[in-house]
């Protein structure tokens, strides 16, 4: 094994690591953490990295660090919700184009151009004044606007697949149209998104931490990563770590999680 691929076996590693450790402050933050989130102690504000409050405190005495890990609930929580809206929504409506063609094909196809057009941020900002405030809202309003990009994918993998042997054998027997998409044209369309999944999930962070960092996204006092770094950026001049560690932990999971993914697309068979 070479020198090259030692260096990538390890850098793999270290992003399942990362993710890892990541998932496990979501589904256990009290293995982690003795400090509450939302404890106050006007004593303990504002002071810098320590043994007992690693990441420090903020201007109400809430340890940091417990605040961080607690946080990575809400953050994961709207990053699946947005991937899973996205990859339904643009499932559905990818695989209704790709099978159908025609009419059906053209109209979905320019509205996919349209969406696509437009800058993704500002149609989650959009959506999400529709919807209201909060990490749900914000989570939905990032999957309606990413799923015209898995619908994309989905109605050209669909149009692949409907000249499949398989499916014109189900065709031919008689089943029907809902049943073959069901079982076997979408999960069969589904796999070659898995890296792309992955992908989602790393912007999915980013924009609803951004969202939350808004101010339209999780709201005080619940912690999420965006919303952290918003409230310390008032001292980010003199208490930078208040924004350093949330940003820091947005950084190393999106790098882990895109990591993961180029390693699952040059795993993929072309």
């Known amino acids: 094994m070479t020198a090259r691929a030692i260096s990538a076996r390890l850098t793999l590693v270290l992003a399942i690591g990362v993710v890892a450790v990541i998932l496990l402050?979501?589904?256990v933050p009290g293995l982690f953490t003795d400090h509450g989130p939302l404890a106050?102690?006007?004593?303990?504000?504002?002071?810098?990295?320590?043994?007992?409050?690693?990441?420090?405190?903020?201007?109400?005495?809430?340890?940091?660090?417990?605040?961080?890990v607690?946080?990575?609930?809400?953050?994961?929580?709207?990053?699946?919700?947005?991937?899973?809206?996205a990859v339904v929504l643009g499932?559905?409506?990818?695989?209704?184009?790709?099978?159908?063609?025609?009419v059906v094909d053209t109209l979905v196809g320019r509205a996919i151009d349209v969406l696509l057009s437009?800058?993704?941020?500002?149609?989650?900002?959009?959506?999400?004044?529709?919807?209201g405030f909060g990490i749900v809202q914000a989570a939905i309003a990032v999957g309606l606007t990413s799923a015209a990009t898995f619908a994309r994918l989905i109605r050209s993998e669909v149009l692949k697949a409907r000249t499949s042997n398989y499916v014109e054998a189900a065709v031919t027997s008689g089943t029907s149209t809902f049943d073959i998409l069901r079982r076997h044209v979408v999960p069969n369309s589904l796999a070659p998104t898995l890296s792309l999944i992955t992908v989602q999930f790393g912007i999915a962070i980013i924009w609803i931490a951004s969202l939350s960092f808004l101010g339209l996204g999780a709201q005080p006092p619940d912690p999420e990563w965006g919303r952290l770094v918003s409230d310390g950026r008032s001292?980010?001049?003199?208490?930078?770590?208040?924004?350093?560690?949330p940003g820091l932990v947005i950084v190393a999971v999106v790098l882990a999680i895109n990591h993961i993914s180029q390693h699952l697309t040059r795993g993929r068979p072309s």
């Open 25 to 27: 402050w979501a589904a």
């Open 40 to 68: 106050v102690d006007p004593r303990s504000k504002l002071l810098p990295p320590s043994a007992e409050h690693l990441f420090g405190t903020d201007q109400l005495g809430r340890d940091q660090f417990s605040r961080v």
């Open 70 to 85: 607690h946080g990575t609930r809400a953050s994961l929580t709207g990053s699946a919700i947005a991937v899973g809206v």
């Open 91 to 102: 499932s559905l409506v990818g695989a209704l184009a790709g099978w159908f063609g025609g």
């Open 118 to 131: 437009i800058p993704g941020f500002l149609l989650a900002i959009t959506i999400v004044v529709v919807l």
């Open 235 to 245: 001292y980010i001049a003199t208490r930078g770590y208040l924004t350093l560690w």
